[in-house]
């Protein structure tokens, strides 16, 4: 089995097809998706019509339960806040359902992982930027793995067996990481996959990884899009120019 791990959509349905239509290529039987399918972008019911078409496997993000009108967004800043404003009131009944119904948090996937949108400590609304805030994390999980997303980084965080200190790794993309090998020496890991559709590591590129079962490894991937259809998408719907802008940057 080969699953697709996916994250951060954030309503960039051009930035989604494009990972599928790439990732397509490379094979994938099954698709994750570790939450924050709406918010930001212009698209929110086409993203959750697609991913409850493709994803086996879905969590919900702080976007998703914003929009939902179940987070307090005070605390949000003021073009975000804006963006969720926008969002519910394009959510279609249907979507919102679809949305209600989804956890925060999954234990035991595939035997090695652990799914959560921000941390296994605070599904919801943790960031793990830090290996500092990582290292807290590993107590919250029973498997060797947990797939976050929320920060819209790629990156590992690896704890060492021996010593237990916790290092970040950036990961090479189109490499295959020997994450079983990982698992039978104990080497525990916080792995993100960056994000589909607002990447915030300076790539404008949709990130996303997959994880071949039978192989026991995970490949990082980046995928260029049409940004300024997005953009353009965007702009149409009133969104907010400071989140059109940073797609270009990947910011
Ligand atoms: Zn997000």
């Known amino acids: ?23 397509e290529v490379q094979g994938f039987d099954e698709v994750w998706c570790l939450g924050d399918i709406v918010g930001y972008g212009p698209d929110p019911n086409e993203c959750v019509a697609a991913v409850r078409e493709v994803a086996s496997i879905v969590l919900a993000g702080n976007h998703d339960w914003a929009a939902l009108g179940k987070l307090d967004v005070s605390d949000f800043n003021p073009e975000a806040r804006q963006a969720v404003e926008w969002t519910q009131e394009q ?7 679809y949305l209600e119904e989804l956890p925060p948090r999954l234990d035991q996937v595939a035997e090695l992982f652990t799914l959560a949108h921000g941390s296994p400590r605070h599904p919801i609304w943790e960031y793990i930027v830090y290996p500092s805030t990582a290292a807290e994390n590993f107590d919250h999980f029973e498997t060797p793995f947990c797939l976050v997303g929320h920060t819209h980084q790629p990156v590992l965080f690896r704890r060492d067996p021996e010593d237990g200190a916790v290092q970040a790794l950036m990961p090479a993309l189109e490499y295959p990481l020997p994450l079983r ?5 104990g080497v525990r890991l916080i792995i993100n996959p960056g994000s589909v559709g607002q990447p915030r590591d300076g790539d404008p590129r949709a990130s996303f990884a997959i994880y071949d079962a039978e192989a026991g ?22 969104l907010p120019e400071r989140l059109v802008a940073r797609l270009e940057y990947g910011w």
């Open 181 to 185: 090998r990982a698992a039978e020496q």
């Open 91 to 97: 959510l279609s009944d249907e979507s919102r359902a």
């Open 217 to 238: 490894t995970l490949s990082y991937y980046r995928v260029a899009y049409d940004v300024a259809e997005t953009q353009a998408r965007m702009r149409a719907a009133g």
């Open 1 to 23: 089995m080969r699953y697709l791990i996916i994250s951060d959509i954030h309503a960039n349905l051009v930035a989604l097809e494009a990972v599928l239509g790439v990732a």
